[in-house]
């Protein structure tokens, strides 16, 4: 049995995708940043703890946690909740570059311990200069509210960008299914 322990609608969307049977669960954990932690090591703690906190209740089944942060200044930009955070965050951004982290594990629980694999995938997004009333527009007509970095790349959020450097075009949407597929066929799934 395969779960992944997320409701993103975007993260089940891109997992279908691979064509395998799988159930989700929502991993309920403080998703806080520890002090003094680094984007990329919080995006690697919190992959693996959603997976562990949904295998905890699936023993014995194979359980994908994901996790997204948006790198700016060295510091971690999540989900921005409401128009105000988006407009800010798509503001601070104008006309740089901001790395995007994508973590992925993939974990069972069984009487044996955890067998564990781990990915991440790094994509840098370079955007271009951005007017307020440019980045108000695309806000309301997108709401991006619930998306790290505030955009949605699959959508209009692509209008933004002068140029995304990826190994991975899937990772910026929230699950890189590249570094997924290959963790699934250590694992022994039959992907493609």
């Excluded at 993939?106 to 951005?130: K, S, W, Y």
């Amino acid at each position: 049995m395969l779960v992944l322990a997320s409701t993103s609608v975007y993260r089940r969307e891109l997992l279908a995708r691979l064509r395998l049977p799988f159930d989700t669960a929502r991993p309920d954990l403080d998703e806080t940043p520890l002090a003094g932690e680094a984007p990329e090591a919080m995006v690697r703690r919190l992959s693996r703890e959603k997976a562990r906190a949904v295998a905890g209740q699936r023993p014995g089944a194979w359980v994908i946690g994901s996790d997204q942060t948006a790198e700016l200044d060295g510091r971690p930009l999540g989900k921005p909740g409401h128009r105000e955070a988006a407009v800010a965050q798509l503001m601070a951004m104008s006309g740089r570059e901001v790395r995007f982290l994508t973590g992925v594990c993939l974990l069972r629980q069984d009487n044996g311990g955890d067998t564990l694999h781990e990915a991440m995938d790094i994509t840098t997004v370079r955007f271009r200069p951005l007017h307020r009333d440019e980045v108000e527009r695309y806000v309301d007509a997108e709401t991006p509210y619930d998306c790290a970095g505030s955009f949605k790349c699959e959508g209009l959020g692509i209008a933004l960008f002068e140029a995304i450097e990826t190994r991975d075009p899937t990772a910026l949407v929230g699950l890189p299914l590249i570094a997924t597929a290959g963790l699934l066929r250590a694992a022994g799934h039959a992907v493609p």
